[in-house]
């Protein structure tokens, strides 16, 4: 199994089992996943849903960090 | 409204000597109902909820006020607001059940995330998969739409049409009759001291009941041995609110254990309890150790819920130890007021009654309901 089928599961799971928590976190793996391999588009789309997902779940550190990079990549302020 | 209506409530606006009471169909006809609302609810200041609602920051409390879904959020900064409870982008209801918000209100539907300032804080994915932002999504003109709100007494009032005059001017006068109350922290205990009834009638007939002593003799017999009608007098400022005092008011619940009295209150309030309906539907009552509150939440034309919570003068009243004594003081308030209900039933059958007349009032004893039958009138006619 490969990085991104891994977390593609594990994201199904935090989902299925209600894990807002987890949601976040594993989003932004995604997106930086994503970023690293240039996919800027891609990767806005990961970070947007962290950021919303760490909003939602009170987790500052990563609604910080995935709104940063949004607004690097001029998607959001 | 047709001239047959104008002219009966024509009738209501005549001295209280001559006066009749509202026509049978404010309290059966459901079109009058829904007039209501916008005459007697939207255009002034109502209670909507309580602030023990929403005790914790975060918190927040979708309500249904007159079918107008609301909801009230605690802020960071403990400030109250209260909003229309639909996202700005598909008028999605935001909040379905009473929750702690971590850090925004986000639209279960496409997940605009909003401030608990109500102000637009991402849009995600408007512009496309991964833009959260489009020249034509300007958020400082798509916060959520606040409603006007105001908290008194540990309530949360609403001015649904935002155009009434400030809170402060609407009730300025029971401001001034309470002042020794209104400006100091009340205490709320919870569960204990919050209950419910819902009465099988038009919420006027629960302000009417309400504000007037005329019934205490025959409708609570158990009052009478030491709270006369003789104890009791009247308080009626006309356009605001009305309700009846008791010079003779002495808590009794524990021979030997009190609630502690507010501070610093003047000798009127050593014996003194007042009982007002402020227009349109609360009730309120003060002592000098407690006050309650009762929003009076209308369902229907016939169809009423009162909720009531009683509020004490320390937050030592509201720990473990006294939960039995504020348990005796709700029980001893619920069954005055399920005593009522008889009253306001029968009223809401009696009005069935196609040659009542709206009734006659003594100008005397009901003073008080006759105030607020002119105050409807009033609103209803623009005089």
Redesign the interface.
């Given at each position: 199994m490969n990085a991104v089928t891994d977390l593609q599961q594990r994201m199904l799971r935090a989902h299925h089992a209600g894990d807002n928590a987890a949601l976040p976190t594993l989003y932004l793996e995604a997106a930086r996943l994503r970023e690293a391999q240039g996919e800027v588009d891609a990767a806005c789309f990961f970070y947007t849903q962290a950021y919303v997902y760490a909003l939602d779940a009170g987790d500052d550190a990563t609604a910080g960090e995935a709104r940063n990079r949004l607004k690097t990549h001029g998607r959001d302020r | 409204m047709n001239i047959l209506a104008q002219e009966m409530l024509s009738a209501v606006m005549q001295p209280v000597e001559t006066a009749r009471g509202l026509p049978n169909e404010f309290y059966t006809d459901p079109e009058v109902h829904v007039a209501e609302k916008r005459v007697l609810f939207a255009s002034t200041w109502a209670c909507a909820g309580f602030v023990s609602d929403i005790p914790k920051r975060g918190d927040a409390n979708p309500v249904s006020f007159l079918g107008q879904p609301l909801l009230m959020v605690r802020g960071n900064d403990d400030d109250i607001k209260v909003f229309q409870n639909v996202c700005r982008h598909r008028g999605m209801i935001l909040v379905e059940e009473k929750t702690t918000l971590?850090?925004?209100i986000?639209c279960p539907y496409h997940?605009w995330?909003y401030n608990f300032d109500g102000s637009l804080?991402?849009t995600?994915?408007v512009?496309g998969?991964?833009?959260?932002?489009h020249d034509c999504i300007k958020r400082e003109e798509l916060g959520l739409i606040e409603v006007r709100s105001h908290v008194f007494m540990g309530m949360i009032f609403v001015n649904l049409d935002g155009k009434a005059p400030a809170f402060n001017e609407h009730a300025a006068t029971l401001l001034e009759q309470w002042k020794e109350f209104v400006d100091r922290p009340l205490f709320h205990a919870g569960q204990d001291s919050s209950f419910k009834l819902n009465v099988r009638c038009n919420w006027k007939l629960a302000v009417e009941n309400y504000c007037e002593s005329y019934h205490l003799p025959w409708v609570h017999p158990g009052l009478n041995s030491y709270s006369r009608l003789e104890d009791h007098y009247n308080i009626v400022e006309p356009g605001a609110y009305s309700g009846q005092g008791s010079v003779v008011y002495n808590s009794q619940l524990d021979a030997t254990r009190k609630f502690a009295n507010f501070d610093g209150l003047s000798d009127k309030w050593n014996t003194g309890a007042e009982y007002v309906s402020l227009y349109p539907n609360v009730l309120l009552g003060v002592h000098r150790d407690h006050t309650f509150a009762i929003m009076l939440d209308p369902q229907s034309h016939d169809q009423t819920i009162e909720r009531v919570e009683i509020f004490y003068a320390t937050e030592e009243m509201c720990g473990p130890e006294m939960a039995d004594l504020r348990q005796k003081n709700a029980k001893m308030w619920k069954d005055i007021f399920i005593e009522d209900i008889f009253v306001v039933e029968g009223m809401q059958k009696g009005r069935s009654a196609s040659l009542y007349d709206g009734g006659k009032f003594s100008p005397v004893m009901d003073v008080p309901t006759y105030c607020f039958h002119e105050w409807v009138a009033r609103r209803f006619t623009g005089k």
């Amino acid at each position: 199994m490969n990085a991104v089928t891994d977390l593609q599961q594990r994201m199904l799971r935090a989902h299925h089992a209600g894990d807002n928590a987890a949601l976040p976190t594993l989003y932004l793996e995604a997106a930086r996943l994503r970023e690293a391999q240039g996919e800027v588009d891609a990767a806005c789309f990961f970070y947007t849903q962290a950021y919303v997902y760490a909003l939602d779940a009170g987790d500052d550190a990563t609604a910080g960090e995935a709104r940063n990079r949004l607004k690097t990549h001029g998607r959001d302020r | 409204m047709n001239i047959l209506a104008q002219e009966m409530l024509s009738a209501v606006m005549q001295p209280v000597e001559t006066a009749r009471g509202l026509p049978n169909e404010f309290y059966t006809d459901p079109e009058v109902h829904v007039a209501e609302k916008r005459v007697l609810f939207a255009s002034t200041w109502a209670c909507a909820g309580f602030v023990s609602d929403i005790p914790k920051r975060g918190d927040a409390n979708p309500v249904s006020f007159l079918g107008q879904p609301l909801l009230m959020v605690r802020g960071n900064d403990d400030d109250i607001k209260v909003f229309q409870n639909v996202c700005r982008h598909r008028g999605m209801i935001l909040v379905e059940e009473k929750t702690t918000l971590r850090s925004t209100i986000r639209c279960p539907y496409h997940s605009w995330c909003y401030n608990f300032d109500g102000s637009l804080r991402t849009t995600p994915h408007v512009g496309g998969p991964g833009n959260n932002l489009h020249d034509c999504i300007k958020r400082e003109e798509l916060g959520l739409i606040e409603v006007r709100s105001h908290v008194f007494m540990g309530m949360i009032f609403v001015n649904l049409d935002g155009k009434a005059p400030a809170f402060n001017e609407h009730a300025a006068t029971l401001l001034e009759q309470w002042k020794e109350f209104v400006d100091r922290p009340l205490f709320h205990a919870g569960q204990d001291s919050s209950f419910k009834l819902n009465v099988r009638c038009n919420w006027k007939l629960a302000v009417e009941n309400y504000c007037e002593s005329y019934h205490l003799p025959w409708v609570h017999p158990g009052l009478n041995s030491y709270s006369r009608l003789e104890d009791h007098y009247n308080i009626v400022e006309p356009g605001a609110y009305s309700g009846q005092g008791s010079v003779v008011y002495n808590s009794q619940l524990d021979a030997t254990r009190k609630f502690a009295n507010f501070d610093g209150l003047s000798d009127k309030w050593n014996t003194g309890a007042e009982y007002v309906s402020l227009y349109p539907n609360v009730l309120l009552g003060v002592h000098r150790d407690h006050t309650f509150a009762i929003m009076l939440d209308p369902q229907s034309h016939d169809q009423t819920i009162e909720r009531v919570e009683i509020f004490y003068a320390t937050e030592e009243m509201c720990g473990p130890e006294m939960a039995d004594l504020r348990q005796k003081n709700a029980k001893m308030w619920k069954d005055i007021f399920i005593e009522d209900i008889f009253v306001v039933e029968g009223m809401q059958k009696g009005r069935s009654a196609s040659l009542y007349d709206g009734g006659k009032f003594s100008p005397v004893m009901d003073v008080p309901t006759y105030c607020f039958h002119e105050w409807v009138a009033r609103r209803f006619t623009g005089k």
